[in-house]
């Protein structure tokens, strides 16, 4: 691939991504590709790793064996080594930018990350009857970041060739599934100086050929795990000398569904995964429970964030127990600002392939994208996050998910249309 | 090692179990080691594996992989093919009979089974520093079935030697860990004409050199496993959608522990393990807790396990979700029998080493040689199960655990000279 | 009083309601002083009690005792007996009906119940210092209904002397705070031709001077009683022997306030009075919890009703109690329709004293006046639910609560107003 | 009544006590009419309700609206003012003393208080035929503290005419039903020279003419109340600013029913009564729960003490409520010493009607009688607990409860023969 890419080059692009998918902080192989085609481009920076993100933001970032093994995989998977090397420590992701002159700075986030399911082997799914099903069995690009990193490369290439003024920054962003990735990139200083940022998702239950011109209705979440520690004991023979951490899991459980709802709108409370103990005979001495908090607004998802604290510590201290609770995942509440809705739309109406177009749609989950759009919008910019259809088999996050190609080119067309436009009206 | 074995071949025997300590149903290498032993003595019956076990009694069965896993890891540490075969299935376990003239039946019980448990590397600990630590890491055998084992043999070869006359019936019971075996061998068949049982137990916080005649104050007990399910969903964009298995696991956990005190004596009650969940953003479908309920008597214990389905059904019902409760281990309360313990101090009191002789003491744990002791008692037999001494320089269940060999000798002269007084007084 | 009544006529009218406050279903003074003032107009039809109410719609009916207690004073405050007599067993409230020629069937509800509540007796609150102050002591109009049936009859007057075209049917419902009277009301008979209906409040946090067209955003409502019955039994010689009620109205109670959120919108659940118990030494016998559940829409209080019935039976299973679930009143969710809320609003916009217009304001809680709301809906007719401003120094519910009496006079020029311009318009 | 009465002026005095029964603290009538015989006797000394007792240790002593109703009801019943006056504020109760030359001081003690129990009124229910029913309805002597009371008195009689030499001290016990008296009497100064002490209780299961020489098995106990404060809020349209009293107390039931079983023995735990709230649609601001703990072992009821407390407060922090936990009653194991029970049953073999003679059996309940049988033990003294047995054709606390009258004189003979041969063995 070279620069202004040929639209299969690209779709070659995607499918070597889908070969290769990395869940969060571990996207080796997809960054040193990214960069390894970044670099054949005429760019005016490139900034790698840890160059674009806040060390101290980054979440739930894995182990160093998960992250020896992943880094073993993408240089197995023929990774340029010189390039893994500056991703040492999970610090994944890149920026491109260019400098066309004078004019506003222009941002566009991509997220490059997968997830950990089983990709489809049936027949009826392309990348398995087309040969670029996922290589890393058990995971798998079910939520089209490979199709998000091709489409950011795509407009970087059209931006590239058109008559472009300002300054246009390109964001490859590591550890969205996770919601783990999009604050350390936020404070990572480069988006301090954007004025307008876009930020993109394919598919959303919305068709090939439909455009939603900006995103709303994203619930503000935070991860947490809770780890209880009690003191084991023989159930049988000494259950007095037990502190049983499986008791506070369960009482924690059951009072964080008990959380009031709030008068000020939607709010949310999941333990999606628990555990604890060793034997049926043992009083469990360690338990914990994985689960997230959200809001319809910031506020509210703070709201339940301080309230579960309390359930929390109450349960542990109720059973003799200490807990250890850690945010492993945070992303607030965000709106698309209507200024750029309309352009957007406007330059959608102009797209060969686009057939539809909704002003606005909700998310109704959350995405770590906000962390940058609030960003920009603390310091006076405008944001807004663009929904391109594309004809999904499966669902979201299922085994069957894939992305109709020419979403892709459609994407481009949108995204960079708008960037043009965005830097000549300066709304 | 032959008939009438020197010690140092019973020491030596012990510690090639020690090296390979296998978990329940799964002591493939332990019983063809056994079998292979008493193949060279001069007996009157042998029954290998399913030859002593009601199929249906057997309780916890792992799944085809494991016994596949330990039956090639038996067969790697070279066992006998010809034994292995017989055990295929997990059906393992033996037992040996020496007939000798007119006389009572008597039985012996030693159990073989290890536990998962990691055993300590330090210097200190002697397998570990005479080199015959666990080769099947992460097990152990840490509760002295190696030594019971051995016991068993030393005792036939003793009672061989002797002028016992009557039957004598050694049975080496599998899986009484999970106290999944002891049913299967009592209603096996060849416990059916035995009048006087014997059990045995080292240690037990007693001293090597102390003999505790009749070992009571066991506590009935039943094992469970609740495996919930309800459905997903996400739980930011549907969660009405989602029936909660955690919730429902939790419920349970939570009502399990406030299940009534009973005036009839003690009882208890423990959820060991829990598990559940899938991400914290789904709504769990499936959730599991593993524990158990105890008696101080049998129908104590079986209070305890009606209130205890009753409250995990409707903790299921109550979140929309089912409920598969399996039973996983069961044994009853038992009393050894005064006439019983008397010979057994009797006799101890001419044994060499034994410096201190208790009547009785209370276990406050469970066992399933209680199967087997009111197996006989029911059918007018007499029982009695006895704690022999030893310095265990780790608790029971621990990875410092281990038997002081000493303990070995004086535990055949206890068990065989009882076995010959029970057999002249035939009490 | 007569027909047409001055407005100080009315005002002593309303502090009469107001020195004699009754409780849900026992508004025997405040129905006998409405239905005597009725009979002074030239009507066309005038029901009273039973023949307004739907008798087995009727929910939450008070207890005999507790009827003629009410009835005794009613009696003892002068109330009629003619008309006491007509309404007992609690068929309180009332109707009267105009009929002027061709147009439209028009209906109007004010609810007429009291609060338990006590005054406040403070030289600050104009009751106490004009000497209208409630004479049931512990009771109080602490929600402007004296007001509401004031400016009934103020209507009646003005749409009677008015060009008004039509049949006006004006509604004295019972036992709003309850929300028990409105189903008995809306399925009563008198509704079924009705093609317009207001209803009407005062206050709600609106100054004197301001009109809400229409109110939306009730919450749809159901209130709940459970009785739990268990076995009783002494804790310390017997517990296993109770079926423990108090313990299974905790579990109700914990899991109750964990139904999940609904992505549909929002949801209430409350327990909001509980008991149960004799002794601390009596494990339980008997136990209540009451409470209620509520929806944004219809739909979703009813998802939770149902939630709510599963979790409350299966915390009486688990505890091997039984349970019986009341219903002690409902109400649905409703909408005002814009072509009334327009005539409304242009209607107040000529009215004396009216200083600001709201097209629409949110309620935040539930009002029975929609079953009547709904009823009319449901047979293609139009409704709306009125707001009429007035400056109250306590809140709604609370011992310092008073109406602005300027109020009654907005209230009526607006109601009447709407009423006619209605009949001429038909929207 | 005088000195030395006949049997038949017990009996009187005994239904008299039956028709005036009265609960806790609130024996003014009872304290009146004992103190009125006793001073007809000739007595070395005489104390009085304060004279008695350690004013900081009364325990739930009831609030004034409640003691001035029951100390108005004794002078309407007849008792005599002066000696009412010295009972004021609930200082109920009183000793005599006689010395009767050298020898050891020996106490007996009774108690006097009635239950909250409305008495039948069948034929069937000899207080009913006979006429001495209860006259304060709702209340019952139920527990048979009337006869207690009069064997106190008999007791006095038959000492004073005997030959014994020593210090005799009686002891008549208010408010024992509570368990919130025995300590008050036990720390009050008159027990701290006691030698010897007996207490006594009729029925208990046993009929008349059994003796049971020491009863045993008493559970330490402690009863709690805990006031739960949170905040209050409209359910519907507020409902997070809500503390929710309700809720914190269900979660407190939830998980006092889940504290350890304890390996030392026996525990109790119990939730007796609960309530909170006021209305459906207000999150409760108050709400508390009344229990109790025991243990086999006083320091097993402390285990079980603590662990409530610490679930109590938790509860409470977890929802945001502060809670107030006061502790109403409370009593210590005991046990009856074997030098005393052989004298009982020594003499009670030639009591006249004594048909049977058990040495020990378990109370399984509590008493605080044990607050005073642990003060002598613990300065060196010698107690014991005696159960005389009588025919009660209802159960203990039920309203059929009654005494076989025949009792009481075998219940005088038993113990003031003992105390006379206690006297002369000094044991």
Not at 132 to 144: I, K, L, T
């Given at each position: 691939m070279s620069r202004q890419a040929p639209f299969e080059d690209l779709v070659s692009f995607r499918r070597d991504l889908h070969r290769h998918p990395e869940p969060a902080w571990r996207e080796f192989y997809t960054t040193a590709r990214i960069v390894d085609e970044l670099e054949t481009r005429d760019l005016d920076a490139l900034y790698v790793g840890p160059e674009i993100l806040a060390a101290d933001e980054r979440m739930a970032v894995p182990d160093d064996d998960s992250l020896d093994e992943w880094y073993e995989r993408a240089r197995a998977a023929g990774a340029r080594e010189d390039i893994l090397e500056r991703l040492a420590g999970g610090f994944t992701g890149a920026a491109a930018v260019l400098e066309r002159g004078d004019g506003p700075t222009i941002g566009l986030r991509v997220d490059i990350d997968a997830l950990p399911i089983t990709e489809s082997g049936e027949d009826d799914h392309v990348p398995a009857s087309e040969g670029?099903?996922?290589?890393?069995?058990?995971?798998?690009?079910?939520?089209?970041h490979d199709a998000h990193a091709t489409i950011g490369l795509g407009v970087l290439d059209a931006v590239a060739a058109s008559d472009f003024e300002g300054t246009f920054k390109l964001f490859f962003q590591p550890s969205e599934e996770m919601i783990a990735g999009g604050n350390a990139v936020a404070k990572g200083g480069l988006l301090d100086d954007v004025d307008y940022l876009l930020a993109l998702h394919v598919g959303l239950d919305h068709p090939t050929g439909?455009?939603?011109c900006g995103v709303d209705g994203f619930l503000a979440v935070s991860h947490f795990r809770a780890e209880f520690t009690g003191a084991p004991a023989h159930a049988g023979a000494k259950p007095e000398e037990g502190n049983n951490a499986n008791l506070a899991a369960a009482t924690a459980t059951q009072n964080l569904y008990g959380i009031s709802r709030h008068s000020d709108g939607a709010t949310r409370v999941n333990v999606g995964v628990m555990g604890g103990g060793t034997a049926t005979n043992i009083v469990a001495e360690e338990s914990f429970i994985e689960g997230e908090v959200r809001g319809e607004t910031t506020e509210l998802m703070e709201y339940m964030e301080e309230r579960a604290h309390t359930v929390i510590e109450s349960a542990a201290t109720m059973h003799d127990c200490t807990v250890d609770i850690s945010v492993e995942g945070k992303a607030p509440s965000a709106r698309s600002d209507d200024a750029l809705k309309t352009i957007v739309g406007d330059v959608s109406a102009g797209v060969?392939?686009?057939e539809s177009i909704l002003e606005s749609d909700d998310l109704g989950g959350s995405e770590d994208a906000t962390y940058l759009m609030q960003h920009v919008q603390d310091h006076g910019g405008l944001a807004a996050y663009v929904g391109v259809g594309t004809d999904h088999p499966g669902g979201h996050h299922t085994r069957t998910f894939d992305v109709d190609e020419e979403t892709i080119r459609i994407a481009i067309d949108v995204i960079a249309g708008s960037i043009d436009r965005i830097a000549g009206e300066q709304p």
């Open positions: 670029f099903r996922s290589e890393n069995e058990g995971f798998m690009h079910a939520c089209g439909e455009i939603v060969e392939g686009v």
